[in-house]
Protein backbone atom coordinates (compact mmCIF):
# COMPACT_ATOMS: atom_id res chain seq x y z
CA UNK A 1 0.00 0.00 0.00
CA UNK A 2 1.35 3.22 -0.77
CA UNK A 3 2.05 5.48 1.71
CA UNK A 4 -0.19 8.97 2.18
CA UNK A 5 1.74 12.32 2.45
CA UNK A 6 1.13 14.91 5.03
CA UNK A 7 1.77 18.37 3.95
CA UNK A 8 1.28 20.73 6.38
CA UNK A 9 0.23 24.40 5.74
CA UNK A 10 2.14 26.97 6.59
CA UNK A 11 -0.59 29.69 6.72
CA UNK A 12 -1.44 28.28 9.92
CA UNK A 13 1.81 28.19 11.51
CA UNK A 14 3.28 30.00 14.19
CA UNK A 15 5.44 32.60 12.60
CA UNK A 16 6.67 33.64 15.73
CA UNK A 17 8.39 30.09 15.68
CA UNK A 18 9.28 30.07 12.43
CA UNK A 19 12.64 28.64 12.78
CA UNK A 20 11.30 25.61 15.03
CA UNK A 21 8.92 24.44 13.38
CA UNK A 22 10.20 24.45 10.41
CA UNK A 23 13.14 23.01 11.25
CA UNK A 24 11.28 20.08 12.83
CA UNK A 25 8.82 19.81 10.21
CA UNK A 26 11.64 19.31 7.33
CA UNK A 27 12.37 15.90 8.70
CA UNK A 28 8.94 15.00 9.04
CA UNK A 29 6.43 15.84 7.01
CA UNK A 30 6.42 15.04 3.01
CA UNK A 31 6.15 18.86 1.75
CA UNK A 32 4.68 22.36 2.71
CA UNK A 33 1.47 24.09 1.54
CA UNK A 34 1.39 27.50 0.74
CA UNK A 35 -1.01 29.66 0.24
CA UNK A 36 -0.95 32.60 -1.93
CA UNK A 37 -4.10 35.04 -1.72
CA UNK A 38 -4.64 38.01 -3.71
CA UNK A 39 -7.59 39.42 -1.72
CA UNK A 40 -9.73 39.69 -4.78
CA UNK A 41 -10.29 36.27 -5.55
CA UNK A 42 -10.84 35.23 -2.03
CA UNK A 43 -10.85 38.22 0.15
CA UNK A 44 -7.65 37.72 2.57
CA UNK A 45 -3.72 38.12 1.56
CA UNK A 46 -1.69 35.80 2.56
CA UNK A 47 1.46 34.13 1.45
CA UNK A 48 3.99 35.06 -0.85
CA UNK A 49 6.76 34.01 -3.20
CA UNK A 50 9.03 35.42 -0.81
CA UNK A 51 7.54 33.33 2.10
CA UNK A 52 8.81 30.23 0.08
CA UNK A 53 12.17 31.63 -0.53
CA UNK A 54 12.22 32.39 3.47
CA UNK A 55 11.08 28.29 3.95
CA UNK A 56 13.60 27.16 1.38
CA UNK A 57 16.98 28.60 3.84
CA UNK A 58 15.87 26.38 6.37
CA UNK A 59 14.29 23.19 4.60
CA UNK A 60 14.60 20.90 1.78
CA UNK A 61 11.28 20.13 1.57
CA UNK A 62 9.29 20.36 -2.08
CA UNK A 63 6.84 23.44 -1.47
CA UNK A 64 3.46 23.48 -3.39
CA UNK A 65 1.98 26.89 -3.87
CA UNK A 66 -1.81 27.34 -3.91
CA UNK A 67 -2.57 29.99 -6.04
CA UNK A 68 -5.91 31.48 -4.79
CA UNK A 69 -5.50 34.71 -7.34
CA UNK A 70 -8.44 36.07 -10.17
CA UNK A 71 -5.45 36.24 -12.48
CA UNK A 72 -2.87 33.28 -12.32
CA UNK A 73 -0.51 34.26 -15.03
CA UNK A 74 2.29 36.85 -12.95
CA UNK A 75 1.87 34.62 -10.14
CA UNK A 76 3.05 31.40 -12.10
CA UNK A 77 5.55 33.41 -13.63
CA UNK A 78 6.85 34.40 -10.16
CA UNK A 79 6.64 30.98 -8.57
CA UNK A 80 9.02 29.93 -12.16
CA UNK A 81 11.85 32.50 -11.13
CA UNK A 82 11.94 30.56 -7.43
CA UNK A 83 12.15 27.46 -9.06
CA UNK A 84 8.53 26.83 -7.20
CA UNK A 85 8.06 22.73 -7.09
CA UNK A 86 4.77 22.41 -7.41
CA UNK A 87 2.15 24.97 -8.76
CA UNK A 88 -1.83 24.92 -8.19
CA UNK A 89 -3.88 27.11 -9.64
CA UNK A 90 -7.72 27.05 -9.33
CA UNK A 91 -9.64 25.52 -12.41
CA UNK A 92 -12.25 28.54 -11.50
CA UNK A 93 -10.12 30.94 -13.36
CA UNK A 94 -8.73 28.96 -15.99
CA UNK A 95 -10.93 29.51 -18.71
CA UNK A 96 -8.60 30.06 -21.96
CA UNK A 97 -5.27 30.52 -19.90
CA UNK A 98 -5.02 26.35 -18.87
CA UNK A 99 -2.71 25.23 -21.55
CA UNK A 100 -0.85 28.10 -21.66
CA UNK A 101 -0.38 28.17 -17.99
CA UNK A 102 0.37 24.13 -17.65
CA UNK A 103 3.12 24.15 -20.45
CA UNK A 104 4.63 27.06 -19.35
CA UNK A 105 5.17 25.34 -15.63
CA UNK A 106 5.93 22.11 -17.46
CA UNK A 107 8.62 23.80 -20.00
CA UNK A 108 10.42 25.14 -16.84
CA UNK A 109 10.92 21.86 -15.06
CA UNK A 110 8.43 22.06 -12.65
CA UNK A 111 4.94 20.24 -11.69
CA UNK A 112 1.60 21.41 -12.55
CA UNK A 113 -1.85 21.42 -10.53
CA UNK A 114 -5.32 22.69 -10.34
CA UNK A 115 -7.40 23.03 -7.36
CA UNK A 116 -11.23 22.57 -7.04
CA UNK A 117 -13.50 23.97 -5.28
CA UNK A 118 -16.10 22.47 -3.39
CA UNK A 119 -19.27 23.17 -5.91
CA UNK A 120 -16.92 22.49 -8.99
CA UNK A 121 -17.48 19.12 -10.89
CA UNK A 122 -14.05 17.15 -11.57
CA UNK A 123 -15.55 17.47 -15.56
CA UNK A 124 -14.43 20.86 -15.69
CA UNK A 125 -10.71 19.88 -16.04
CA UNK A 126 -11.10 16.77 -18.51
CA UNK A 127 -9.97 19.08 -21.47
CA UNK A 128 -6.71 19.37 -19.80
CA UNK A 129 -6.58 16.07 -16.78
CA UNK A 130 -4.31 14.18 -19.11
CA UNK A 131 -1.91 16.25 -18.33
CA UNK A 132 -1.80 17.70 -14.93
CA UNK A 133 0.88 16.38 -12.06
CA UNK A 134 -1.59 16.86 -9.44
CA UNK A 135 -5.83 17.40 -8.72
CA UNK A 136 -6.51 19.25 -5.40
CA UNK A 137 -9.73 19.26 -3.54
CA UNK A 138 -10.68 22.02 -1.70
CA UNK A 139 -13.09 19.79 1.29
CA UNK A 140 -13.67 23.63 2.28
CA UNK A 141 -14.85 27.02 0.90
CA UNK A 142 -11.71 28.35 0.19
CA UNK A 143 -9.73 31.16 1.55
CA UNK A 144 -10.11 30.96 5.18
CA UNK A 145 -8.94 28.46 7.95
CA UNK A 146 -11.16 26.46 10.27
CA UNK A 147 -14.31 26.12 8.24
CA UNK A 148 -16.35 23.23 8.83
CA UNK A 149 -15.79 20.01 6.74
CA UNK A 150 -17.63 19.36 3.22
CA UNK A 151 -18.02 15.56 3.54
CA UNK A 152 -19.34 15.28 0.22
CA UNK A 153 -16.22 16.75 -1.81
CA UNK A 154 -14.87 13.39 -0.65
CA UNK A 155 -16.99 12.08 -3.91
CA UNK A 156 -14.35 13.74 -6.05
CA UNK A 157 -11.33 12.06 -4.54
CA UNK A 158 -13.13 8.83 -5.19
CA UNK A 159 -14.19 9.36 -8.78
CA UNK A 160 -10.60 10.81 -9.17
CA UNK A 161 -9.08 7.51 -8.38
CA UNK A 162 -11.31 5.34 -10.44
CA UNK A 163 -10.24 7.56 -13.34
CA UNK A 164 -6.73 7.62 -12.64
CA UNK A 165 -6.65 4.13 -12.66
CA UNK A 166 -9.39 3.47 -15.77
CA UNK A 167 -7.51 6.02 -17.83
CA UNK A 168 -3.89 5.20 -16.69
CA UNK A 169 -3.41 9.37 -15.53
CA UNK A 170 -0.51 10.11 -13.37
CA UNK A 171 -1.96 13.02 -11.36
CA UNK A 172 -1.39 12.85 -7.30
CA UNK A 173 -4.74 13.50 -5.68
CA UNK A 174 -4.69 15.77 -2.64
CA UNK A 175 -7.37 17.04 -0.04
CA UNK A 176 -7.72 20.74 1.27
CA UNK A 177 -9.61 21.58 4.02
CA UNK A 178 -10.32 20.59 7.93
CA UNK A 179 -8.09 17.34 8.00
CA UNK A 180 -7.83 16.64 11.23
CA UNK A 181 -8.68 13.92 14.28
CA UNK A 182 -12.80 14.26 13.00
CA UNK A 183 -12.39 13.69 9.50
CA UNK A 184 -9.28 11.30 9.24
CA UNK A 185 -11.27 8.21 8.95
CA UNK A 186 -13.57 9.76 6.06
CA UNK A 187 -10.73 11.02 4.26
CA UNK A 188 -9.18 7.66 4.63
CA UNK A 189 -12.05 5.95 2.96
CA UNK A 190 -11.75 8.51 0.17
CA UNK A 191 -8.29 7.24 -0.35
CA UNK A 192 -6.36 10.41 -0.91
CA UNK A 193 -2.40 10.55 -1.95
CA UNK A 194 -1.80 13.71 -0.14
CA UNK A 195 -3.44 15.36 3.24
CA UNK A 196 -2.88 18.90 3.62
CA UNK A 197 -3.00 19.58 7.67
CA UNK A 198 -3.52 23.32 9.37
CA UNK A 199 -4.55 24.67 12.29
CA UNK A 200 -6.90 21.59 13.45
CA UNK A 201 -5.24 18.86 12.52
CA UNK A 202 -1.75 20.37 13.54
CA UNK A 203 -0.58 23.62 14.38
CA UNK A 204 -3.50 24.23 16.78
CA UNK A 205 -2.87 20.79 19.11
CA UNK A 206 -0.08 21.82 21.61
CA UNK A 207 2.29 24.62 21.63
CA UNK A 208 5.42 22.68 20.78
CA UNK A 209 5.56 21.27 17.66
CA UNK A 210 7.19 18.00 18.49
CA UNK A 211 4.15 17.84 20.24
CA UNK A 212 1.93 18.76 17.99
CA UNK A 213 3.30 16.31 15.30
CA UNK A 214 2.51 13.45 18.03
CA UNK A 215 -0.87 14.37 18.45
CA UNK A 216 -1.99 14.45 15.43
CA UNK A 217 0.02 11.23 14.61
CA UNK A 218 -2.27 9.24 17.36
CA UNK A 219 -5.29 10.99 15.73
CA UNK A 220 -4.63 9.60 12.60
CA UNK A 221 -3.54 6.15 13.95
CA UNK A 222 -6.86 5.85 15.90
CA UNK A 223 -8.95 6.78 13.34
CA UNK A 224 -7.52 5.02 10.49
CA UNK A 225 -5.76 1.92 11.92
CA UNK A 226 -2.73 3.18 10.10
CA UNK A 227 0.99 4.80 11.44
CA UNK A 228 2.25 7.52 9.60
CA UNK A 229 5.99 6.53 8.65
Known sequence: ???????PSLMTMDLNKFKEQI????DHADSFHVDIMDGHY??????SPWF???VRKISTLPVSAH??????APWVEKLIDINCEWICMHVEVL???????IDQIHDAGLKAGVVLNPETPIDT?????DIVDKVTIMTVDPGFAGQRFIEGALDKIVQLRELREKMNYNYVIEMDGSSNRKSFKRIDAAGPDVYIIGRSGLFGLAEDIEKSWEIMNRDY???TGKVLV
Open 52 to 54: IQE
Open 1 to 7: MKKVEFS
Open 23 to 26: TFLN
Open 221 to 223: QEA
Open 42 to 47: VPNITL
Open 95 to 101: DGLAFRL
Open 67 to 72: LMVTDP
Open 125 to 129: IFPYI
